[in-house]
C-alpha cells in the first residue's frame, strides 16, 4: 500500500570508477527518507539513477511496485515521479502563479505539440486547482502576481517546490533544498515538506547536507560514503554511530 522508491544493488560504473556499489534503499510513501553522506559519496548519482537521468550498470530501479530500470525520466515523471534540482530553474519573467502552473501544465502536455499550443477545458480547470492548492500548501497566495526572478532565495524555494507539488506526483526527490536558505528559511522550508506528507501522503527521498533540517524531518536516514552504504537507521541511531561520526558528522552530532 505505501509503496514508493526503492533502490536494489545498485551500482553505477563510470569506465574504471565505480561511483555508487551496490547500495539499496527503500523510500515509501507516507515518510521523509534522507540520503546523506559527505561530498562525492555518491549521493546526487544515486538520484540521478532514481529519476532515469542515469541507466544502472547493475541493479534494479522500482517506483510503486514496478520496475522502472529501463525507463526514461520523462516515464518515471509520467507514473508520478517529482524532482527538484539543488540549482533552481525557475522562469524569472513569469510570475510565481505561472510558474507553478507549469508543473502541471507540463505533466498534461507531455509530447503532444497541440496539447503545448491548445488545451481542453478539463484541463485548464484542473491546472487552475493544482495551482491554487500550491500556493496555499507552500503559503505564496501574497505572491502570487510577483515574477519569480524579484523573490529571495527563500520564496525561490517554495516555488521550486510549489511547482512540483502542482504536478501532482506521489514521490519527491528533493535534492539538497536548503542550499542558500538562512535557518529560519530552513525551518519554514522543512515544516512545509512534513506539511506536504501528512496532508497527501506522499514519499520523499531527500538529500542534503543541513543535519539540523535532516535530523527534524526524516524518519528514516541512508549514510554514503564512497559510493557505498555504510549506515541506515532512524535519526537517533544514525547521530549515535560511530561509523556516521567517523565518516561524515564527527564530534559535534553527539
Given amino acids: 500500500m ?19 556499489d551496490g547500495v539499496t534503499l527503500d523510500a515509501p510513501r507516507g515518510r521523509v527518507t534522507g540520503l546523506i553522506g559527505p561530498n562525492g559519496a555518491g549521493k546526487t548519482t544515486t538520484f540521478n539513477a532514481c529519476s532515469g537521468l542515469l541507466r544502472p550498470s547493475a541493479g534494479t530501479v522500482s517506483l510503486f511496485g514496478q520496475d522502472v530500470t529501463g525507463a526514461s525520466a520523462a516515464a518515471r515523471a509520467r507514473r508520478g515521479l517529482g524532482r527538484t534540482f539543488q540549482r533552481m530553474d525557475l522562469f524569472d519573467s513569469l510570475t510565481v502563479e505561472q510558474n507553478i502552473a507549469l508543473g502541471l501544465e507540463a505533466r498534461l502536455a507531455r509530447g ?71 535557518t529560519s528559511e530552513t525551518v519554514r522550508f522543512g515544516q512545509l ?52 561520526r567517523a565518516a561524515y558528522l564527527g564530534s559535534e552530532a553527539a
Fill in 2 to 20: 505505501n509503496a514508493g522508491l526503492r533502490v536494489d544493488g545498485l551500482t553505477i560504473r563510470f569506465g574504471g570508477l565505480t561511483a555508487v
Fill in 112 to 182: 503532444h505539440p497541440i496539447k503545448q499550443l491548445v488545451s481542453s477545458r478539463a484541463d485548464r480547470k484542473a491546472v487552475r486547482t493544482a495551482t491554487e492548492e500550491a500556493l496555499e500548501l507552500c503559503e505564496l497566495g501574497e505572491l502570487r502576481r510577483e515574477p519569480a526572478g524579484a523573490l529571495s532565495t527563500g520564496h525561490r524555494r517554495r516555488v521550486d517546490l510549489g511547482r512540483v507539488l502542482a504536478g501532482g506526483f506521489s514521490m519527491l526527490l528533493l535534492d539538497e533544498p536548503s542550499s542558500g536558505l538562512d
Fill in 193 to 244: 515538506v512534513s506539511r506536504v506528507v501528512a496532508e497527501r501522503g506522499c514519499g520523499v527521498l531527500l538529500v542534503e547536507h543541513d543535519m539540523a533540517l535532516v535530523m527534524a524531518i526524516c524518519d528514516y536516514l541512508y549514510v554514503l560514503d564512497f559510493g557505498e552504504l555504510i549506515f541506515e537507521g532512524a535519526p537517533d541511531e544514525v547521530r549515535g554511530s560511530e561509523v556516521v
